[in-house]
């Protein structure tokens, strides 16, 4: 099928089954030929991204990780099925071409094809004229709260996703949720408990203060810097990637874990936003000229669509649940840390941001 020097065969069938991939593109009508400039793409997860070349068309291959999770086909699916409800609405996502759902057909793993997306990650590389100009730079922050906007705009029911998430009782889920999961990492082995100061606090001033007026709609799940591919010639949001956290839920908690990982706006070295800078702003961060907080709540407020029957005067709970989340989420990989199923010194780094992120809990708090 290849011809000879061709990429493909240096990738292992496990993970793309090039011919199984023939075979499978040709039953759906898409274009035949060789597999060529094939290359395995770097992510921000554990997911396999595969570019490639054929019948004069190009295609980015996306499935679970070579070791796949108990639930990597489900997620693939929900991805591929998210991805194509977007299709025309106007947020900048991944175009889908394909899917395929049944995990029988590549050797396990579901996959999808989508086409690439033309852009770079800020948390990875800045390029010209991004870096020299500071007027891109702010309007790149500003458009990020903008392109969430847009999707907090999208009837969920509109497009096709009624039923993908359980939006009832949802804010009210949050706190036991998330407090059950903390008190559950004390079954590793060698972890006596965290010792998170605020914990309580901060819990109990997410349930006397939690919205009372929200309307679902379609949830990122993970929406920050790091998530974000923006275009090569500006400050426009070339897609919003890694899908896979994505529900019917409220939006608004996106706009909080936008404000909850924003850098720049704690000040100290010790504050959350400098430890996330880096994984999550990376060089935008570093390089500044950033929107403020403020600034990007009043970005997402230009879209009416998006803040009709949702409380925007609400949005520090919305931080503060963000915050409190994400902390109890790093805390799980120091746990893990302590129980000898992940490094040490990345539990130590997690914790110190989880210690961090309830500072701000309780900063926004004070602040709100």
Partial sequence: MEQPGHQPARIERALVDFDVLARWMAEHGLPEGPFEDVEVLGGGTQNVLVRFGRGGREYVLRRGPRHLRARTNDVLRREARV??????????????????????????????????????????????????????????????????AALGAVDHRAVGLDGFGKPEGFLERQVGRWLSELDGYAAMPGYKGHEIPGVDKVARWLEANRPTTWRPGIMHGDYHLANLMYAVDGPGIAAIVDWEMCTIGDPLVDLGWLLATWPGHDGGSTSPATALAGPLAGPLGEAGDLPGPDELVSAYAELEEATAGRDLDAITWYAVLACFKLGIVLEGTNARAHAGKAPKETGDLLHAITLGLFRRAEAFIAAG
């Fill in 83 to 148: 991805l194509s409800a977007l299709e025309g609405t106007g947020v900048p996502a991944p175009r889908l071409i394909a899917a395929c759902p049944d995990e029988n057909v590549m050797h396990g793993a579901v996959f999808y094809l989508m086409a690439p997306v033309e852009g770079f990650n800020a948390s990875v590389t800045l390029p010209e004229p991004h870096a020299s100009d500071a007027a891109i730079r702010h309007a790149m922050g500003l458009n990020a709260a903008r392109s969430l």
